[in-house]
């Protein structure tokens, strides 16, 4: 078959740039290309340790928002930025600046630490939900996989950047009429 298909004349073919969908345009934004590969820094380092996990988890992909898949100066790590689920719910993602009104200003390390490590049992994810109940898009279990050092170091570094405020009402759901 392949001698026979060698035999074939060529073809030109110049297909159209394709466009994935939701949630697989989301998932190839998170693949990292070569020249966003950093060193690992130092954990002693722990502002830029966390910076470096910060950015390796993708965390602004979904709390920064954007206009035209472009990240708008000074709403970094802002917030509400919505994902439509089905039964016409809203979900929308947390404000992680260290505001202290609307953000993470008023948390310790170890709450920090405790809202992931909460999601370690495996039957966290396994909760069945009913349209309208609260729902959220947070992959919780699987960042609850990291270390307590991990963790601390992505609150450390969120406590560096510049404290925006962001009202986020995070989950609502739509009328159907």
Known sequence: ???????????????????????????M??????????????????VAYGEYLTKGASCADCHTPSKDGVPIPGKEYTGGIEFNLPGNTVVRTANLTPDNETGLGLWTKEQFIKRFKQCSDPAYGNTPYKPGDFQTIMPWTIYAGLTE??????????R??????NQVEKFSVKSQY
Do not use: W
């Open 29 to 46: 934004k998170t693949i990292p290309t070569e020249k966003q590969f950093t060193p690992k820094p130092d954990k002693s380092n722990i």
């Open 149 to 158: 050092e991990d963790l601390g170091a992505i609150y450390e570094y969120l």
């Open 1 to 27: 078959m392949v001698v026979y298909i060698r035999t074939l004349p060529s073809i030109q073919n110049d297909p159209p740039k394709s466009v994935a969908n939701f949630p697989m345009s989301m998932i």
């Open 160 to 165: 560096t950047i510049p404290a925006v405020k």
